[in-house]
């Protein structure tokens, strides 16, 4: 099984950045790609909306179909998900990518921020999950190998990782652990459940909310496509609950000549990401 033609993914956040990226990796094999995300119209301060995201992923070959969702509303999602499968038939692989990010001490960080975060991380991962959750037992009945792919890193207890940011950490690594949770949940139903994590800072919109960053040290969100482009197309009833990040799983298939994936070839001295120890 080695690629994803005829599939239908569902990614949260796809209007740019890494969901995007994930989007037109799987279209390039033919496959379905639902776009659910909130920009609709164009931003000048964000590029990329839902409709740009679909004519993209058209154009790398496969076929796309456009919804604005706001995860944190259930009703939204529902209703995105029943678009979804009236129009393609099913879903077969979610992605959980959207994500809400503040960097700031618990002083700075004001609850409508904190509520964001853990509207979109954490409740946005589950509810996405959860609403999907009848199209992925049909798809793995029909052996259509069906995964849930969180964009969330490994969990880790060490104090380093919460100081700075405890309301960030605590979101993401909600989405963690639904990741652990939901993988043996669903493994009686034959769905695997993952997180992807990079090991460098990717160059995307989200920077804009950390001040500083400089983007020749930093990588494409292309090494994250193709890292989940080998999770989505392998055996989901052995590959489940794994915490992978992304240059060590490239490796593993062979991979270790990452320089393309570089926003400036030739860089050595990337930006760690957070919570990779």
């Known amino acids: 099984m080695n690629d994803l033609k005829g599939k239908t993914l569902f990614i949260t956040g796809a209007s740019r950045g890494i969901g995007l990226a994930i989007g037109k990796r799987a279209a390039r094999d ?3 790609v639902v776009i659910a995300a909130k920009t609709s ?4 301060k964000l590029p990329g909306t839902i409709h740009t995201a679909a004519a993209e992923s058209e154009a790398a070959g496969g076929r796309a179909l456009a919804l604005q969702t706001d995860i944190r509303d259930e009703a939204s999602v529902l209703a995105a998900v029943e678009q979804a499968v009236a129009r393609f038939g099913g879903i077969d692989i979610l992605v959980n990518n959207a994500s809400a990010i503040s960097l700031t001490p618990t002083n700075a960080t004001p609850m409508k921020r904190f509520d964001l975060m853990f509207g979109v991380n954490v409740r946005g991962t589950y509810l996405c999950t959860q609403a999907c959750l009848a199209e992925l037992i049909k798809s793995a009945k029909a052996g259509r190998n069906p ?5 969330s890193p490994p969990l880790s ?10 309301a960030y950490t605590m979101a993401k690594f909600g989405m963690s652990e639904c990741t652990l949770g939901h993988a043996g949940e669903f493994r009686p139903h034959g769905i695997a459940v993952n997180s992807l994590w990079p090991r460098t800072v990717i160059a995307t919109a989200a920077l804009q909310m950390i001040p500083g960053i400089d983007l020749a040290k930093c990588r494409r969100p292309e090494i ?3 890292a989940a482009h080998l999770i989505l197309t392998s055996d989901a009833a052995t590959t489940t609950g794994n915490f992978f990040i992304d240059d060590e799983l490239l490796a593993r298939y062979g991979v270790t000549d990452l320089d393309r994936y570089s926003v400036k070839p030739g860089t050595t001295d990337f930006i760690p990401d957070f919570f990779v120890d």
């Open 30 to 32: 033919g496959a379905n």
């Open 41 to 44: 119209d164009p931003n000048p």
């Open 147 to 151: 995964h849930v792919l969180n964009m």
């Open 157 to 166: 207890m060490r104090e380093h990782w919460f100081a700075p940011h405890v």
């Open 224 to 226: 994250l496509a193709d």
